[in-house]
């Protein structure tokens, strides 16, 4: 199984970004997918998560109510939208995704053995 995460770039404070999660090797049907991000220096941290077959989502209360993470069926994608961005919000973001993720551990790094390679997001002020 091979994610590839895509859609980060330059953004303005306030600007919006949608970043894209795609696999390769297998279908999300029965995945739990993470979007994660790192900031130099920092450890990685939970950002959002979606259970594939149910469509249940979680979030970061740091990105509560900024960014919404949802799937497409037919393209076999997730997608992190991400509004009213902040400098704050500047990180590699990372998607994950694993068939064993149970719901108390969504937000456990721990939890995926698959990860993508990442993507730059980095909001100006």
């Known amino acids: 199984v091979q994610l590839q995460a895509s859609g980060g770039g330059l953004v303005q404070a306030g600007g919006s970004l949608r970043l894209s999660c795609t696999i390769s090797g297998d279908t999300f049907r029965g995945y739990t997918v993470g979007w994660f991000r790192q900031a130099p220096g920092l450890e990685r941290e939970f950002v959002a998560g979606?259970?594939?077959?149910?469509?249940?989502?979680s979030y970061a209360d740091s990105v509560k109510g900024r960014f919404t993470i949802s799937k497409d069926n037919a393209k076999n994608t997730v997608y992190l939208q991400m509004r009213s961005l902040k400098p704050e919000d500047t990180a590699v973001y990372y998607c994950?995704?694993?068939?064993?993720?149970?719901?108390?551990?969504?937000?456990?790094?721990?939890?995926?053995?698959?990860w993508g390679q990442g993507t730059q997001v980095t909001v100006s002020s």
């Open positions: 979606i259970r594939w077959n149910s469509g249940s989502t």
């Open positions: 994950a995704a694993d068939r064993n993720v149970i719901l108390s551990s969504i937000r456990s790094v721990r939890a995926y053995d698959n």
